[in-house]
Structure formats: C-alpha cells, structure tokens
C-alpha cells in the first residue's frame, strides 16, 4: 500500500511517498511559487517519477502546512484529507525518534513547539507566528544585510568567539540593530552568531511556556543550519536531536496518517 504526504510550507512544498507505513520510497522538494497548486503538482509528479509510480497507484494523501487547503481534493494531487501541521510534525518525528517527547519545528515563516504523547499524539503545542523574527526568514533577510549567503549564515557564526547582544524583537528593528552593527565595524562571524543567538531565545522562550521533556527534536528547514542548534541547546540548556531529513518530518507525519485511514477503512 502506497501513501503519500505532502507539505505545503510557505516557501518549500516536500512531498513523501511511504510504503506499508514503514518504508520512505522518495522524497522531493520544490520552492512555492505564486501559483501554489501547479508548485505542489510539479513536485508531486516529481515524487512519483522518482519511483516509476503513477497516480492511481497512491492510494491515499494527506496533506499538511500552511497551503494544505489549496490541494485538498484538487486535481492533480488530489489530496482526500487534510491535518495540521502540529499533528504532522508530532507523527512524523515519533517515527522518526520513539523517544521523542518535544518537537520544535522553526520553518521559513513560522516556529512550533510540541508536547508529544503515546504513538506521536499531540498533547500540547505553542506557535510563533506573529513576527519571522523567530523563523528561517529572520535569518535570510539579515543574510542580505550582511552580503552573505544564506548558506553561509550558519558557519559563520560557529567562528565567532564573542557574544554580541541583540535586543530588536521585530524583523524589521533587527536588520536596523544589524546595520548598527556593520557601521561600528563588528565582524560578521560575530553579528552572525548574535542572530543566531537572539532567535534561538525567541524559539527557546516559545517551547518554554509549555514545558520541555526529554527526548527534545528539531526539525524543519533551520535545522539544517549548523549555527543555530548549539544557541538553542544552551537556551534550552538540553539535548537535542536532529533526525535524518528534518524538512521532510511533516510530509512523513502526513503520509503516516494516510496509511492509518486506510488501515481503518
């Protein structure tokens, strides 16, 4: 039985095909355009082409993220049911990590926080989504005042021996606080750890209010960026792990949650 999960984030689709509810047959990944259904669709097909599999051969798709409504029952995904991304994540990373018993998830848009229960149930969560100044998108417009690469963010700042405050709390104050930064000559190994720093404490802050219990995991797209993790641990002042593929942990949920649909049916 074949099932698959697609994440409509709002910068990156990433689609899943699993297998009996076990076995990740592809992935695949694609940027968001304007037109958020033909984006999903090219990397749906893509998925598919991957493994040689057409359409009628998925029996199921759930989709999941902030564009999930878009390809419900729309052609030619057609995805015949839709959950949060909160039930996702904490599905997805449960298989992923058994032990897991909070989930923080930082995309380009948004952070969450997660309290995991018995078989990767949500028992509580907490969302950052009133300012990016807690998500991947923080990172790529101050990426932009430094003139760096995005991808270079992170090693940056792991090069830096000194710790720079940053006490902007908005996006927009912050590029301010970074250009202050850049004038009174600060290197840029050092401004990059303080971004780093002041959005792991916003993030840290956020899964905070609702508690932090061991095992603690980290997914989406940020944590894949190598400065951001070791902030976040000493915020947290825990462990963290970071499962294979985290960008891929909501998709997983969501093909994980097709399989016991049909299971049911």
């Not at 998108?137 to 830096?160: C, D, H, K, Q, W």
């Amino acid at each position: 039985m074949i099932t698959a999960g697609v994440d409509v984030g709002a910068k990156y689709v990433k689609v899943v095909l699993l297998e009996d509810g076990k076995n990740v047959l592809t992935r695949a990944s694609g940027v968001v355009e304007f037109d958020v259904l033909k984006s999903a669709s090219e990397v749906f097909e893509k998925a598919l082409l991957n493994v040689n599999l057409k359409r009628e051969q998925v029996v199921q798709v759930v989709a999941t993220g902030m564009g999930r409504k878009i390809v419900h029952q729309k052609l030619p995904i057609n995805a015949g049911e839709i959950v949060p991304e909160v039930i996702a994540d904490a599905k997805g990373t449960h298989h992923l990590i058994p032990t897991v018993k909070t989930v923080i998830d930082v995309g380009a848009e948004e952070g969450r926080g997660i309290k995991v229960g018995e078989n990767g149930g949500v028992k509580d969560f907490v969302i950052n989504e009133r300012c990016a100044a807690g998500a991947g998108t923080f990172i790529e417009t101050m990426a932009r005042a430094l003139e760096v690469g995005v991808e270079n963010m992170g090693p940056l700042a792991l090069r830096s021996m000194n710790a720079i405050p940053m006490n902007a709390q908005c996006c927009v104050f912050a590029e301010s606080e970074v250009v202050t930064l850049i004038h009174s000559k600060i290197s840029k190994e050092d401004i990059a750890k303080a971004i780093h720093d002041a959005m792991a404490g916003r993030i840290a802050s956020m899964v905070l209010r609702i508690g932090v219990e061991k095992d603690v995991a980290l997914i989406g797209g940020v944590a894949r960026n190598p400065g951001f993790l070791p902030p976040l641990k000493k915020e947290l002042n825990t462990e963290i792990l970071v499962p294979e593929y985290p960008e891929y942990a909501g998709a997983l949920g969501a093909a994980l949650i097709a399989f016991e649909m049909e299971g049911k049916k």
